[in-house]
């Protein structure tokens, strides 16, 4: 443990959303969080907000996509900040984007993009962490995943890809990092109210008049607004950091909101055909 906080979380896209309110709501109970943004501005208001009572809230300028080597990236900020705060007991890999439209729509960079944000920037971040995890025997990973990281739905190709990828790195790094006291798991919302669905890229062929799909997202948008009424409050998501962060034994996985445990539940009792049917049905 560090300083007279219960530990030193490091959270990264804490400028929004779900990074924002689980940064206050930490620094609420006595953590000290280090929260990321690419644009410090942004972070200007939860400071001031967190710090109210005290100095618990760190803001960090980082842009995870900065390649390795480049000035500003992880691998170059992070050893500072690790010997300046001491310890990171808790890493939440929280920074991430939807990236939208038909599979055909969507070109190699913005995929290369997705790839970049949701799943290479939680795997360099772990690297750059677990070693000092390691040798203090504690340390929570917790990967914002999505429950499209469990079953993928049309248009979400892209973005489930990434999430898809990021579940099996958690996995993986979860039996590896076991026997040393560090554990890593993995949260899957459903949909919850935040700058999301604002922040979504759209693929730049998506809606291409030279691609057939015009009809089913005229559909799928249709639809999807029903599924927009069904939100949940990013706090939720703040408390079950917490108890993973106390938690002795975390668990693997936490689908979060009805329609993220619905749609894992369906994925297991379903026969695939008639999964994928009702899954088309319903989103185009
Ligand atoms: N809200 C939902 O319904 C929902 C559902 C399932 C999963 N999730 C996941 O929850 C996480 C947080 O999203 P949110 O709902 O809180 O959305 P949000 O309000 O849009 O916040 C996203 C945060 O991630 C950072 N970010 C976005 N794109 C980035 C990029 N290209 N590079 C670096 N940082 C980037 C942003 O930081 P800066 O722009 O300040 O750098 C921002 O603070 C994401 O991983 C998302 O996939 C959300």
Redesign the pocket.
Known sequence: MSDNFRRTVLI??????????TSLYLCEKGYKVIG????LG??APITEKANEAGECFFPLE????LSDGAKGSIEEVLPELISQHKSIDVLI??????LWGPIEGISVAEME?QF???VF?PFRLSKMLISSMRKRGYGRIVN??????WVATPFNGA?ASS?FALEAQTEALRMELWPFGITVSS?????????????M?QGSDAESEQLPYKDFIDNYRRKHKKWRKV??D?IR?AKLIESIIESKRPRLRYPI?FE?RAGMLGSKIFPERLYQGMISRTSM
């Open positions: 990264t896209g804490a400028s929004s959303g779900i990074g924002k309110v990321s943004s690419r644009n942004k972070l980082l842009d995870i996509n890999n929280n920074a991430g984007y939807g993009n970049k944000t949701n920037a914002v995943s999505s429950v499209a990281g973005y999430k949260i899957q919302p459903g949909l919850f109210d935040t700058n999301f669905q604002n922040n890229v939100i949940h990013p998501i909101g993220a």
